[in-house]
Every structure is written in C-alpha cells, then in structure tokens.
C-alpha cells in the first residue's frame, strides 16, 4: 500500500516534481494519477482543501471546539490535523523538510500558524484514539479584531524536502536516502520500500476557514480576558455590560440605549504589559490595570457610566488603603492622567465601594494608592 507516499503528494498543487528511486525502480513503484487523485481527498478528509471550520479542531488541551462546525472568533488558538497528518512526525522533523506557510486571504489575520507534535490528552470524538501519543498538527493563531463580519482566512502549508528522502508503506515511513539504505532496499524486496522523494520537492497543503467573532445583543457578562465577542446594545432600553474574573466583579458600563445603538467589543485585561511605557512607573506600589481592550467607543449618543469597583480590599471586605489615598489614572495615547477628580467614589448596590465615572470610550485605568511622576505630554 502506498498511501504514506500518497500522503506527501496529496495536496500538492504541482504533480511536476519527480520521484526517484535507486536503479531500475518495478513497474508498481511509481503512483498512478489515478492513485494520488483518490488520496488527494484522504489527507484533507475528502475536501481537497484542509477545512479549518469542519476538521474537527481542538484546542491545547485536545479537546474539541464545540461550535467548530460555525466560525471561529478571532481570539483563537486551536489545532486542526487529519489522520494521515497526525502520525507522521517527519512533517515535524526539521533535518528532513523546511516548513513555511504562505497566507493568502486576509494575511494579517493570522498571527502564527505553526506545526507541531505533541501530546493532547483530552482528544475525544474522532480523535480519541490519539489521546496518549504524540502526534502532528497545524497550530492556528489568529490577530484578534473588534468587528462582528464574517472574513475568510486561507494559505498554504508548504514542506520542502531538504535531502531525498526514502518513503516506506510500513511503519517506517520517512529516512534519508543514503547510499547504503537504497542499496540495502535494492536487496530486500519486502522492505516496504514505495520510492525516493527528491530533494526540493515542495508539498503544499492548502488550508481555509472563516472567522466572525460572537455578537450578543443587551446585558451581557464577559469573563476577564475573554476575547472574539461583540456586544450591541438595545435600541431605546437600558443594557448593562459586566465583567469579572473567577472571584470578584471587575467592571460595570451602564448604557442607555437610542435609535442608533451600534457594537463594541467587550474584551477586558488586568494584565501589565512589561513594555508599556507606564508600567515602570508603578513598579514600587501595589497597583491594578483595567485594560479595555482597542478602547471601545460607546454606543450610545449619552455617556455611559463606568462603575469599577476599588481593588483595595480584603477578605472582610475592608478597604486597606484609605479611600483619600487612592488615585485612579487613565492611559490615553500612551498619555498617563490623572482622572481621580473626574469620577467619584461611591457605593454600589451590592455594597461595594466603586469608581464611577461617566464616559464615551473605554480606556486603560489604573488604580495606584501612591502618586506617581506623570510625564510631561510631548508637544
């Protein structure tokens, strides 16, 4: 059976590049067009194309995307393979092939697309079988985006032989072509020998899929640092945004709504980014960032109002540092300012104490309980 040779060719979009063997190769040792034709459809589960949205892709952990079969959301991370992908390590193998990938449709889109081998040991579904070995996969990254259409994503993996290479049926499957080892094939007819692949044969594996981040229309609550999800609010109604991690609510934008509501991406960030320019500057205290991710616009024609609750509290929900003490600070353009003066600190409904500040564009706030140096705004 020659379906490992055929797994190699199978999205080749040129048949030009000749295979080679050692003297005079048998009549079966060459594939038919007939034979690479019929495996074409294999390697891609029977698209001739390695459909991103319907390969059943998984994420780091092997398990399965759940809404595959629709569009992924432009914050993902997920690895696609097929069955004769995953069990071939010498896609892999840096010594035998170059590996690059050629992004066509929205380019920019991708951040990474890489090819790996790994263990995922919670692959279900089709997959299962593979859940304890090591196998081979595409891994996909995308640039997360704030809008709510639909873009394809396409490009083509491509593996260039750098030595010629033996191709076997068995489990052998890949190995340098040495002088020795042909001679050796020469000598054994049952060694599962299928042929030479050349040195700069290039195999290119055609991908696509579609991306549209997740639109939800009213109240919602986001998960800190979930991205790929796009909020709009109701027309002529009151909607509410939260956010909040595994412990404590993080955030709340109250939005009147009007005729001409529009949508906004809802992503929220506590983490510090070690190269921003005002990250040093509160190195020395106990500092919190709240980063609204591309810094949204409002929807809305009035301010919304922009409740974050005071991260200076303790399990007994005690203010550990003194409410005159604590300065809230605004990032806008890579400006630091302080706009402790333009909100106010009140208490919430649940008790909590807040800052609430009105607002048509979320920012980068945060909390310091020393003042700092701001720098001078550049002319």
């Not at 038919?32 to 019929?38: D, L, S």
């Not at 840096?94 to 995922?120: G, Q």
Request: glycine share 6%; net charge negative; no cysteine.
């Amino acid at each position: 059976m020659k379906r490992v040779l055929a797994m190699i060719l199978a999205a080749a979009l040129s048949l030009s590049v000749g295979i080679t063997a050692f003297a005079a190769p048998e009549e079966g040792d060459y594939m038919t067009e007939k034979e690479i034709a019929e495996t074409i459809g294999k390697i891609t589960m029977g698209k001739g194309v390695l459909e991103l949205n319907a390969a059943h892709p998984f994420d780091a952990d092997g398990k399965e995307i759940s809404d595959a079969t629709s569009d992924f959301r432009s914050d993902e991370d997920f690895y696609v393979t097929s069955p004769y992908l995953a069990k071939n390590p010498v896609f892999n193998d840096r010594d035998l092939f170059k590996v690059k990938f050629d992004k066509d449709d929205n380019a920019n889109r991708f951040r990474y697309v890489l090819i790996v081998e790994k263990k995922f040991p919670e692959l279900s579904g089709i997959w299962e079988p593979y859940k304890n070995e090591r196998i081979v996969a595409f891994r996909f990254i995308l640039n997360e985006t704030p809008s709510d259409e639909e873009f394809k994503i396409s490009g083509t993996a491509i593996f260039t032989a750098k030595k010629d290479i033996v191709a076997f049926d068995s489990h052998k499957r890949f190995e340098e072509a040495t002088d020795a080892l042909l001679a050796e094939l020469k000598a054994d007819g049952t060694s599962g020998y299928v042929g030479v692949i050349k040195k700069g044969t290039k195999i290119e594996i055609p991908v696509e899929g579609f991306v549209q981040n997740t639109k939800y229309d009213a109240d919602y609550t986001a998960t800190a640092g979930d991205g790929g999800i796009v909020v709009k609010p109701l027309k002529n109604e009151d909607s509410e945004i939260t956010w909040e991690d595994a412990n404590d609510t993080l955030a709340k934008l109250s939005v009147s709504g009007d005729n001409d509501t529009s949508k906004m991406a809802v992503k929220l960030s506590t983490k510090w980014y070690p190269t921003a320019p005002y990250t040093p500057l509160f190195a020395n205290q106990d500092a919190f960032i709240r980063n609204f991710w591309h810094n949204p616009e409002i929807p809305s024609t009035s301010r919304a109002t922009l409740e974050l609750p005071v991260p200076y509290v303790d399990e007994d929900g005690e203010l550990t540092v003194e409410e005159d003490d604590i300065i809230v600070y605004d990032v806008s353009s890579g400006q630091l300012a302080d706009i402790t003066s333009k909100g106010k600190f009140v208490t919430n409904d649940d008790d909590e104490l807040v800052f609430s500040l009105k607002t048509r564009q979320l920012g980068t706030y945060i909390f310091a309980s020393e003042p700092i140096a701001v720098p001078a705004k550049a002319e």
